[in-house]
Nanobody, 122 residues
Framework: QVQLVESGGGLVQAGGSLRLSCAAS????????MGWFRQAPGKEREFVAH???????YYADSVKGRFTISRDNAKNTVYLQMNSLTPEDTAVYYC????????????????WGQGTQVTVSS
């Protein structure tokens, strides 16, 4: 069993930056694909980015060039550096861990955190 806890969310002005963290416990997640998803009010949960065990990364077009996902296996932690934030980035951000499949799909992930709120003011 893997427990995931996100942190680092908050209120930021447009153009600002935040770094989200996702601390895993229960077992090492170095062999997992770790993903970030987000869900805005009234919208479905959407894929943001993932990083595989090989450290290869993939991003949604909406965040490409602005967000960076990384992992520190020694700390069993995954990060999401978010730059040039816009109000459209406002959402609850979720961290997830999964093994295989199409890792842009939420259903492929086995473990989820509780989410952290990111609010970007204009």
């Amino acid at each position: 069993q893997v427990q995931l806890v996100e942190s680092g969310g908050g209120l930021v002005q447009a153009g600002g930056s935040l770094r989200l963290s996702c601390a895993a416990s229960g077992r090492t997640v170095s062999s997992y694909t770790m993903g970030w998803f987000r869900q805005a009010p009234g919208k479905e949960r959407e894929f943001v980015a993932h990083i595989r065990w090989s450290d290869s990364t993939y991003y949604a077009d909406s965040v490409k060039g602005r967000f960076t996902i990384s992992r520190d296996n020694a700390k069993n932690t995954v990060y999401l550096q978010m730059n040039s934030l816009t109000p459209e980035d406002t959402a609850v951000y979720y961290c997830a861990a999964g093994r295989s499949g199409s890792m842009v799909v939420a259903g492929q992930y086995n473990y989820w955190g509780q989410g952290t709120q990111v609010t970007v003011s204009s």
